[in-house]
């Protein structure tokens, strides 16, 4: 998948360069994971995947933020304190939640899309934090178990049976390695 990401502020002559909170890198962040997530969603597609409905698409982008924002978080573990990384993985988790409302508002009309999607995300955290990140990487069971929930996002189909494959031998390993860029890039510059 070839998408270019822009982990890095911009400096110029004209723009006085500023010292970024966590906040700044966390809404960076948003913006980059929901990005990746909605490109891996499209490239299951293009693979030969398919999607039911666009609530299904929309499952599994939610899932893609999930494995990312726990990625932000265990990356953020090696390099900040525990009050700095709360700020960062709150902040990423709540900038995520809005554009979730902003897009499903487009999507599927008026309602309320930001808990649901908070609350997913509570329950993924959990259950990403059982897994080992072993040698500063997602470990075998948190890859299966990223797959796993890609696939029951899906719509069950024969097609659909290989998508757990995908998700762990090409989506996760690329998506790591663009968030575990954009996170160094974005980190050296906060306070």
Not at 93 to 107: E, F, I, K
Not at 166 to 185: D, T
Request: aromatic share 10%; proline share 2%.
């Amino acid at each position: 998948m070839a998408i270019r990401i822009k982990s890095r502020w911009h400096h110029s002559e004209r723009n006085e360069a500023q010292r970024k909170g966590f906040a700044d890198a966390a809404g960076a962040l948003a913006f980059i994971v929901w990005r990746l997530s909605v490109e891996h969603a499209r490239e299951i597609h293009r693979e030969g995947f398919d999607y039911a409905s666009d609530r299904e698409r929309i499952r599994v982008i939610s899932e893609y933020c999930a494995f990312a924002v726990q990625l932000v978080d265990r990356l953020a573990h090696r390099r900040l304190d525990d009050e700095a990384r709360a700020v960062l993985v709150v902040t990423l988790g709540r900038r995520l939640a809005d554009l979730m409302q902003d897009n499903l508002l487009d999507v599927a009309g008026p309602g309320d899309y930001r808990a649901p999607f908070v609350e997913m995300l509570n329950e993924r955290l959990d259950d990403y934090a059982r897994f080992g990140f072993d040698e500063g990487e997602p470990g075998f069971d948190a890859l299966r178990y990223f797959g796993d929930r890609v696939m029951r996002s899906m719509g069950v189909s024969q097609t659909n049976r290989w998508v757990m494959d995908h998700v762990m031998e090409i989506s996760a390993p690329e998506l790591f390695e663009k968030v575990a860029k954009s996170v160094e890039n974005l980190l050296q510059s906060a306070d």
